[in-house]
């Protein structure tokens, strides 16, 4: 069985992808903001790792840049509700050239979603 | 001693002409040094007075020989070397606190003028910002709602009153999205030119422009090391990258007399793609490439390892409430992205900030004709390899 951590610091979005997730028969780790799922990070060692950007408190970049830094080969699919525009910043764009292996611009479906799992889990 | 008449046809006896002709008069015929030097006070406060009357610098001249053949008639006994010695002391005063007031006058206007423009350049910022930020936000919600209403699509009947309904929110909310990206789209949409463009002159004008807004505390130095640098660049936002990056710099600075210096220089880029501190440097392609880079230090107060993970994200400011949106620097980031660029910053808590913008360099010359014969080879403005 996958095990996926969701990092988002939105509550609401994380139980909504945990449902989601549970139906596509992943287990679900959660954790509110990047500094959190580095601590988590520390014990579990989950298949997929599904973060929001912009948190406050240890943001997706950080993380991403983290786990790179660790050397941790642990597939990534970066979210965010931010684009080009706000661009200005870190974004989906920044995330793809660190190395994830799906992106996912928020809102998505779940056609959206099971895509970038294939995506992020092909072998 | 008498004051000597003044004629009957001369200006109002109060008007800057009379006043100038009296003190004129006193100058010449008296002996007494503080007199004279009472008078050649009286004749810079004309000056000035001359200058905030707009009074052009030809009629202050007119004035001036009015008040001479003026002395000349009432005291024939004169000869024109005693007077002409005399009467240059008052002039030379009045011309210089004259131009002196000009010149005031001159830089009040052009700050106005400046702040004016710094002001609609924060004003735009803050636009798209709101427009971007509120859409992302939208779109986090969506992001529930969707989703939310998709699972729920599992649970119920879509061919019940129940599942109907759960299709038109979703049909609702798709619409929300397209509206969102629309918003994102005009918040994205400022239009820009992008040509060739010498980094150095626009630099030195942005300086220009910057000067006369800092505090006078503050020293902003440009120090080009090469006399030409090309970029592909909107030259706007060229010197909006350089104004924003001075501005948070002397925000840095705050109540100490400071230095920020702006630096041009040429480099050939052959380090590996690699991670600076929090930073990805852009991938580079096969040959070494020129970069262009422009950069803006100051001795101010520098930043924390926290300030610095930060520093490029939206809304993050470290400016009290009013001073700053936050997002100054993510705008920067943005830009310099969007010209192919990389941005760094170096900085030492207590001893200042470095940012260093690098872009990819046109090497040559672009006056119009000036083009070499490489440049037929290619199109676009690259003409040769060398650093210049």
Redesign the interface.
């Known amino acids: 069985m996958t095990t996926t951590l969701i990092v988002d610091d939105?509550e609401?979005?994380r139980t909504?992808?945990e449902?989601?997730l549970h139906?596509e028969g992943h287990q679900v780790l959660n954790a509110i903001n990047g500094t959190q799922a580095l601590a988590l990070l520390e014990t579990e060692s989950p298949d997929l790792i599904m973060t929001d950007i912009?948190m406050p408190d240890g943001?997706g970049?950080?993380l991403i840049?983290a786990l790179?830094?660790q050397q941790r080969d642990i597939p990534i699919i970066a979210?965010?509700?931010?684009?080009?525009?706000?661009?200005?910043?870190?974004n989906l764009e920044?995330a793809t050239?660190?190395g994830v292996k799906a992106t996912l611009?928020?809102?998505?479906?779940?056609d959206n979603l099971r895509q970038a799992l294939a995506d992020a889990l092909q072998p | 001693m008498p004051e000597a008449p003044v004629q009957a046809d001369a200006a109002p006896p109060d008007s800057i002409a009379a006043r100038y002709a009296r003190l004129l008069h006193r100058a010449v015929l008296s002996d007494d040094p503080l007199v004279v030097e009472t008078a050649l006070a009286e004749a810079a406060e004309l000056g000035r007075e001359m200058m905030r009357a707009e009074i052009p610098l030809e009629e202050v001249s007119e004035v001036h020989h009015e008040a001479l053949v003026d002395l000349a008639q009432a005291h024939p006994q004169l000869t024109l070397p005693s007077i002409a010695h005399r009467v240059t002391a008052p002039l030379m005063e009045a011309y210089m606190a004259y131009s002196l007031s000009f010149r005031e006058q001159l830089e009040h206007r052009t700050s106005v003028i400046l702040n004016a423009r710094i002001d609609q350049i924060r004003r735009l910022e803050s636009i798209g910002t709101l427009a971007a930020g509120v859409a992302h936000e939208f779109n986090n919600i969506l992001g529930s709602i969707i989703g939310f209403s998709e699972l729920l699509t599992d649970e119920v009947d879509q061919t019940s009153p129940g599942g109907q309904y759960l299709q038109h929110i979703l049909q609702a909310s798709f619409r929300a999205r397209d509206l969102t990206a629309r918003l994102l789209t005009f918040a994205r949409d400022m239009p820009e030119v992008r040509e060739p463009v010498d980094v150095v002159p626009v630099a030195a004008e942005t300086l220009e422009l910057l000067r006369a807004t800092l505090p006078v505390g503050i020293r902003l130095v440009l120090e080009p090391l090469v006399p030409q640098a090309w970029v592909m660049a909107d030259a706007s936002q060229i010197q909006q990258i350089i104004m924003n990056l001075c501005i948070n710099a002397a925000d840095a600075i705050q109540v100490r007399d400071g230095r920020i210096q702006v630096g041009i220089e040429t480099r050939v880029e052959s380090t590996p793609t690699e991670w600076l501190g929090e930073h990805w440097t852009e991938p580079p392609n096969d040959p070494p490439k020129t970069q262009v880079r422009l950069s803006v230090s100051d001795n101010g107060e520098g930043m924390t390892m926290e300030t610095r993970a930060r520093i490029f994200d939206p809304f993050f400011t470290t400016k009290a409430p009013g001073k700053g949106t936050g997002l100054g620097l993510s705008v920067i980031h943005g830009l310099v992205t969007s010209m192919g660029g990389t941005i760094s910053l170096d900085s030492t808590p207590g001893l200042g900030t470095r940012f260093s913008i690098d872009l990819p360099a046109l090497t040559g010359t672009f006056e119009p004709g000036a083009l070499d014969e490489n440049a037929r080879e290619a199109p676009g403005p690259a003409t040769k390899d060398d650093e210049p």
Do not use: V, Y
């Not at chain 1, 979210?79 to 870190?90: D, Q, T, V």
């Not at chain 1, 611009?105 to 779940?110: D, E, G, I, L, V």
């Open positions: 939105d609401l979005f909504m992808l449902a989601m139906k912009l943001d970049i950080e840049s790179n830094q979210m965010s509700g931010g684009r080009r525009s706000i661009s200005l910043e870190f920044s050239l660190m611009p928020k809102p998505f479906t779940r």
